[in-house]
């Protein structure tokens, strides 16, 4: 497996489909770059997911997540596409994530977006 970024989300199949279980997952170290400025933003990512037929695999997930260090995205979309894109490589039965960036400009912003 590389140890690049890469947009490559890979699953392994869930263990126990005839449960539900969920996974939380945390990323302390999240970062993008601010489309208006080109400076950085650091953020907790939180996914929680109760999977269906797989489960993601842990290093291919730091990958993606790192390949959104030099791109620049409102906190809002990229949430949203984190989202979008876990749940078109793991179609869970629930999922959510929460983007909590630190304070940037004396505003601190939360974005928390759910499947279904």
């Known amino acids: ?46 996914v929680r997911y109760v ?8 290093k291919s997930l730091k990958l993606y997540l790192w390949s959104f260090r030099d791109e620049g995205a409102f906190h809002e979309a990229v949430t949203n596409r ?6 078109a490589a793991l179609a869970p039965r629930r999922m959510s994530v929460e983007a909590d960036f630190l304070v940037r400009g004396g505003i601190h912003t939360v974005v928390e ?4």
Do not use: W
């Open 82 to 87: 984190i989202l979008d894109d876990l749940v």
């Open 1 to 46: 497996m590389s140890t690049r970024p890469s947009r490559a989300l890979e699953t392994f199949p869930n263990p126990n489909p005839g449960r539900d279980y969920e996974i939380r997952l945390e990323a302390p170290e999240f970062t993008c770059l601010c489309p208006k400025t080109g400076q950085p933003d650091f953020a907790t990512l939180r």
């Open 51 to 58: 999977p269906d037929q797989y489960c993601v695999e842990l």
């Open 113 to 116: 977006v759910h499947h279904p």
